[in-house]
């Protein structure tokens, strides 16, 4: 398997060259140049199987001759034998026709896991084969930025720099990070929202010069790699549902449109998905996008979900490739121009074509609040205020034929996120024994402006002491 730029002017790479490489040197990112099938035979061979034989199907053709589908099989075994449920991402049910797919058992607790636990092993492979170093630079709204470090602490070919919206991740996402002592692990606290931090990191890439020199890597799913380990679970919770004999739609709680785009190059593959659910909380630009065709950044808006708190989503240019026909011209001076005027114009054709799969809603407070309420009362489940967003917009629609399964993805753990939980529904969730200790132990982190220059400073210090 091939990659290509979704602005068509960098190179095509091969698996194992897109996994260290991040952001495509033209500014764009990596996508497959062409859909593997899953057949209806193989989904239906798929009921019975393993989360890791699951994986190895679904992977195999995007990995290519990367690695022999004995050493995915090998490396998937251990990715997923590090989370503490026998199915990895067991589905739970709520009621006649909504289901959870528990996507948080692994180490960090969040689905993060499940993508970055491999990525740590490929990232240790690859980097083996070309004796090579590599420094990975990310962003996190908090999740993404746990379980990167916890999948790369104390590999000596890399070196994380994490970056975070200084008080705008929770306590435990926070702890999760900055007490980790690993000496290639470095957390910067930045005085700025989330889109700030991304931006900063795709800038770091755009220097060509400060690129190079740092062998810079990526671990956020700008990464082709994250959004391909993702797609597994919506194999494995379909063909547990009936499928490819029954269509299955997913509720996918939103911000960077990463997992929800994993839903969709599942749809791609063959899955028979009838609907995906964009649930976004007030930070709604994608729900306004896919609704109205407005693709606008606004103000971010500091929520209870704060790992959502996003405005400009990333692989929502991937879709957007899609959408322009896969012209990566056309793309690009689309991007560019999203990029000054902050707005990007999504023609009624499109957004038709979108509607086929995508249907969106926006959750504020008090409906997600609601919705915890509902599935503790009336379920026994407590969930966090990101699944929330998800199972409320799964509750809430009506575009979904009422024999289809809703399957809402359950994207973290409710420990992570005690405080909310416990103001909505009177219960404060326990934190699992994994991450007891965390309040024990000492926090290490710097503080930095919001400002390329500081942060690129930072980098090369501490990367000459390395
Ligand atoms: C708990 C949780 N739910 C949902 C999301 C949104 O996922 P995505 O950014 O892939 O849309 C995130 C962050 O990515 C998250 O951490
Ligand atoms: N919600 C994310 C934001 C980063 O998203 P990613 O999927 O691109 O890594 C987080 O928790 O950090």
């Known amino acids: 398997m091939r990659y290509i730029s979704t602005r068509g002017r960098a190179p095509a790479l091969s698996f194992e060259e897109v996994t260290l490489a991040g952001l495509a040197s033209d500014g764009g990112l990596y996508v497959p140049e062409s859909w593997p099938q899953l057949s209806v035979e193989t989904l239906r061979s798929l009921r019975t199987a393993s989360y890791v034989e699951t994986a190895v199907a679904v992977m195999a053709p995007f990995v290519g001759d990367a690695l ?13 034998g590090r989370f503490d449920h026998a199915g990895v991402t067991p589905l739970v049910q709520l009621d006649h026709r909504h289901w959870l797919l528990e996507l948080f ?14 990525l740590g092993l490929l990232f240790e492979r690859f980097l083996s084969r070309r004796d090579m170093h590599v420094t990975i630079v990310g962003a996190t709204s908090g999740d993404t930025g746990s379980a990167a470090i916890d999948a790369v602490a104390g590999r000596e070919k890399i070196d994380i720099f994490m970056l975070h919206p200084q008080g705008r991740v929770s306590d435990v996402q926070r702890r999760q990070m900055t007490t980790v ?6 957390n910067i606290a930045i005085d700025g929202s989330f889109d700030d931090a991304q931006a900063l990191v795709k800038a770091m890439f755009n220097d060509r010069a400060f690129a190079g020199r740092h062998n810079l890597s990526a671990v956020n799913s700008i990464n082709w790699a994250r959004l391909m380990a993702q797609v597994v679970y919506y194999v494995y919770a379909a063909v547990r549902l009936g499928a490819p004999d029954r269509q299955v739609a997913f509720s996918v709680p939103t911000g960077n449109f990463g997992d929800v785009f994993a839903g969709y190059v599942a749809s791609k593959m063959g899955l028979p998905v009838a609907r995906l659910l964009v649930a976004t909380n007030v930070n709604d630009i994608l729900h306004r996008a896919l609704s109205a065709g407005d693709y606008s950044v606004g103000t971010v808006t500091p929520t209870v979900a704060p790992s959502m708190d996003i405005q400009v989503s990333s692989n929502f240019e991937r879709l957007l490739f899609d959408l322009h026909g896969r012209d990566g011209a056309a793309l690009e001076a689309a991007m560019q121009s999203f990029e000054t005027a902050k707005t990007l114009a999504i023609t009624e054709a499109q957004r038709a074509q979108a509607a086929h799969l995508f249907s969106s809603a926006s959750i504020d407070e008090d409906a997600m609040a609601l919705v915890m309420r509902w599935a503790s009362a009336e379920a026994g489940q407590v969930i966090d205020p990101h699944t929330a ?4 917009a799964a509750r809430l629609s009506d575009e979904v034929p009422a024999e289809v399964p809703v399957v809402t993805l359950a994207t973290a753990h409710p420990a992570k996120f005690r405080d909310a939980v416990e103001r909505a529904t009177g219960i404060r969730p326990h934190l699992p024994t994994r991450v007891s200790g965390l309040f024990d132990r000492e926090e290490r982190f710097e503080t930095l402006p919001a400002d390329l220059k500081a942060i690129q400073a930072h980098i090369d210090a501490k990367s000459e002491k390395r």
């Open 68 to 80: 022999s589908e004995d050493e995915l099989r090998d490396l998937c075994a251990e990715a997923y």
């Open 389 to 392: 967003i998800g199972l409320a």
């Open 181 to 186: 002592m690993a000496p290639n692990v470095h």
């Open 105 to 118: 058992h692994g180490p960090t607790l969040a689905f993060k896991d499940v993508a970055l636990q491999l």
